[in-house]
C-alpha cells in the first residue's frame, strides 16, 4: 500500500532551525515534494527531491534518501510567517500514470 | 501570469443535492488534478485529467466524477452529496504529471448541511 508519515504537530522560537521528518512506503517511487500551507490558503509549492541529497534554496532546505524511504524539510532563522502546515507528498507511477500522494501535514507554530 | 483559479470559492448544499465545482489552470498547462482536503484526512487525490482524459483515479465512489474540456479547464461533480463531503477541493495544474512543479488553486470550500 501507500503510507506517508509526519509528526502532526511542531513547535520551535523564531530564529531557530526546524527539521520536519517524512517517512514513506510507497510503489513507483518518482519523486519528493514538499509544500507550505497556511490556514484558509492553497499549498505552496517548497521544493522537489527526485535524487538523494540535499537541496537547498534560501531558508528552506529538503534531504532525501531514496532507500530508506526517508526526506526532511529543514527550515532556518525561523520567522513567525513560517508558522502553517509542511505537507511531504510522493509522486508515484504506479498504475502507469503519475499522481501525488500527500501526507496528513505538520502543523508547525513558530513562537516569540 | 494568472494563477489557478477555482469557483465558486465557497458553496453550501443540502444532503442529496449535486454540486459542480470549476478549475481553470494556468495557461499551457494540460494536466488537472483534484483533492478532497478535510482535517482528519489531509490531502485525498481524487483523479487527474490530460488533454481531456482521465488517467488516474484515487479511491473514491463514484458519485465523485469529473471532466475536462479542449482549453483544459476542467470540472467535477459530486451527486447525492453527504454529509461527510463537506470539505475543501483543490486543483492542481501542472505541464504534466511528470512536471516537477504543480500549482494550486484556493479551493473550494463546500459545506453539506
Known amino acids: 500500500g501507500q503510507n506517508i508519515d509526519q509528526p502532526t504537530e511542531m513547535t520551535a522560537t523564531e530564529g531557530a532551525i526546524v527539521q520536519i521528518n517524512c517517512t514513506y512506503q510507497?510503489?513507483?517511487?518518482?519523486?519528493l515534494f514538499w509544500y507550505q500551507q497556511h490556514a484558509g490558503e492553497a499549498p505552496t509549492f517548497l521544493s522537489y527531491?527526485?535524487?538523494?541529497g540535499l537541496e537547498e534554496k534560501g531558508r528552506f532546505s529538503s534531504f532525501l534518501s531514496r532507500s530508506k524511504g526517508y526526506s526532511y524539510l529543514l527550515l532556518k532563522e525561523l520567522q513567525m510567517k513560517d508558522s502553517a502546515s509542511y505537507l511531504c507528498?510522493?509522486?508515484?507511477?504506479?498504475?502507469?500514470?503519475?499522481?501525488?500522494?500527500f501526507g496528513a501535514g505538520t502543523r508547525l507554530a513558530v513562537h516569540p | 501570469k494568472a494563477g489557478v483559479t477555482q469557483t465558486p470559492r465557497y458553496l453550501i448544499k443540502t444532503r442529496g443535492q449535486q454540486v459542480t465545482l470549476s478549475c481553470s489552470p494556468i495557461s499551457g498547462h494540460r494536466s488537472v488534478s483534484w483533492y478532497q482536503q478535510t482535517p482528519g484526512q489531509g490531502l485525498q487525490f481524487l483523479f487527474e485529467y490530460f488533454s481531456e482524459t482521465q488517467r488516474n483515479k484515487g479511491n473514491f465512489p463514484g458519485r465523485f466524477s469529473g471532466r475536462q474540456f479542449s482549453n483544459s479547464r476542467s470540472e467535477m461533480n459530486v451527486s447525492t452529496l453527504e454529509l461527510g463531503d463537506s470539505a475543501l477541493y483543490l486543483c492542481?495544474?501542472?505541464?504534466?504529471?511528470?512536471?516537477?512543479?504543480?500549482?494550486f488553486g484556493q479551493g473550494t470550500r463546500l459545506t453539506v448541511v
Open positions: 510507497t510503489s513507483g517511487f518518482n519523486g
Open positions: 492542481a495544474s501542472s505541464l504534466g504529471s511528470g512536471a516537477t512543479e504543480a500549482f
Open positions: 527531491n527526485v535524487l538523494d
Open positions: 507528498a510522493v509522486r508515484s507511477d504506479s498504475g502507469g500514470y503519475n499522481k501525488l500522494i
